[in-house]
């Protein structure tokens, strides 16, 4: 499975971005997905999931304000990112993975397939 993240860019706070990850290689319709994100400087973290049944989950600080989503047809998930903020600021890494639950969307160790990033910028 090959995953590609597209859609990052530079915005100002309160602005929106849509990231899209599209898959190719594998069908994700039977995969969990999740966003990452990594500041500079920082660990790797969790920021949104959708389980292949279309359950989600969210880190608290994107919560209200990022939305993702899947299309099983187009092989894709998306992140909708409304009201940014400059600590959003960050490199936005999807990821994939057949054994992923809802429980573990939270897991980045789990997931087997990694996209290459888009960096996402949000000024004040």
């Known amino acids: 499975v090959q995953l590609q993240a597209s859609g990052g860019g530079s915005v100002r706070a309160g602005g929106s971005l849509r990231l899209s990850c599209a898959a190719s290689?594998?069908?994700?319709?039977?995969?969990?997905m999740g966003w990452f994100r990594q500041a500079p400087g920082k660990e790797r973290e969790f920021v949104a999931g959708?389980?292949?049944?279309?359950?989600?989950r969210y880190a608290d600080s994107v919560k209200a304000r990022f939305a993702i989503s899947r299309d099983n047809a187009k092989n894709a998930v998306y992140l909708q990112m409304n009201s940014l903020k400059p600590e959003d600021t960050a490199v936005y890494y999807c990821?994939?993975?057949?054994?992923?639950?809802?429980?573990?969307?939270?897991?980045?160790?789990?997931?087997?397939?990694w996209g290459q990033g888009t960096q996402v910028t949000v000024s004040s």
């Open positions: 959708i389980t292949w049944s279309g359950s989600t």
């Open positions: 290689g594998h069908s994700l319709s039977g995969s969990g």
């Open positions: 990821a994939a993975d057949r054994g992923i639950i809802y429980g573990s969307l939270t897991m980045s160790r789990l997931y087997d397939y």
